[in-house]
């Protein structure tokens, strides 16, 4: 484990395993080093490649600067890849593919980039901004409800939403709550995908909803020479002995 220092003076903790060509891991909505997929895909990997995970900013041992904007997580996301070597092949998943697109659309040096389904919408009108709610919500202490709010705006049904109330790993969850106005806005900005040189494998779950799936499409039609992929999984997940050997094959 260790730590750098992105350019607005914000410390950014990462993890490194492995041996090879470096490779940085990007996470999705309310992930971090202590939990979410990452840290199992980073071991999956790393008989082949050197792997980065890191808390994005506000969560885990990462600071949380102020103001939020997308280009300081560009930075965070730059300061990683300067930490594993100056360059790295980059993984993302959800909100943290599309990060991984302003990266590279932003000149991050990204020698490739895997996207597992990133949630980016190109319709005229992608529904209501629910980031002032769930700014309000946490403001007002109520982090359970802002980030029930946040799922469900996300699609996930009412049922399995009051489900994961009980959920034993939900303390850790609703301290993460002020962050997924973070991923919205990294979502609600569309990347220039014309000047992503890097190249780029845009993947989707077999178990994903349809919603999913065109939103993949959409980004890999948008993307130069982009390739495209729909992998055995679950809904929106894929799980890490899956995953690791088409990013290692892509990679390659």
């Known amino acids: 484990m260790g730590s750098t220092v992105s350019r607005d003076g914000t410390r950014i903790g990462f993890s490194r395993v492995g041996t090879g060509p470096a490779v940085v891991l990007v996470d999705g909505a309310c992930c971090f080093r202590a939990s979410g997929p990452m840290g199992a895909l980073a071991e999956a990997l790393s008989g082949s490649f050197t792997v980065s995970t890191y808390d994005r900013r506000g969560r885990g041992d990462s600071g949380d600067t102020a103001p939020y904007a997308v280009g300081r997580e560009v930075e965070d996301l730059a300061a990683v890849v300067e930490a594993a070597g100056g360059a790295a092949f980059a993984h993302g998943f959800s ?3 599309v990060l991984a697109l302003h990266a ?51 699609g996930m049904p009412e049922e399995v939403v009051a489900g994961a109330r009980r959920s034993p790993g939900r303390p850790v969850l609703e301290a993460l709550a002020h962050t997924t106005a973070y991923d919205l806005t990294v979502t609600a900005t569309v990347p220039d995908l014309a000047a992503v040189a890097a190249p780029a494998l845009v993947l989707d779950s ?24 729909t992998v055995p999984g679950e809904w929106h997940g894929v799980a890490p002995d899956v995953l690791a050997p088409v990013l290692a094959d892509f990679f390659s």
Not at 113 to 129: H, I, K, Q, R, T
Not at 207 to 228: I, K, Q
């Open 95 to 97: 909100s943290g593919a």
């Open 104 to 154: 590279a659309a932003a000149g991050v040096p990204l020698r490739a980039v895997a996207l597992l389904e990133p949630p980016l919408s190109f319709e005229p009108d992608a529904g209501p901004d629910v980031r002032p709610e769930i700014e309000a919500l946490v403001a007002a202490g109520r982090r359970g409800d802002a980030l029930a709010r946040f799922q469900l705006a996300c």
């Open 206 to 229: 077999s178990g994903s909803d349809p919603r999913l799936r065109a939103w993949a499409d959409g980004v890999a039609a948008r993307l130069p020479g982009a390739a495209r992929r």
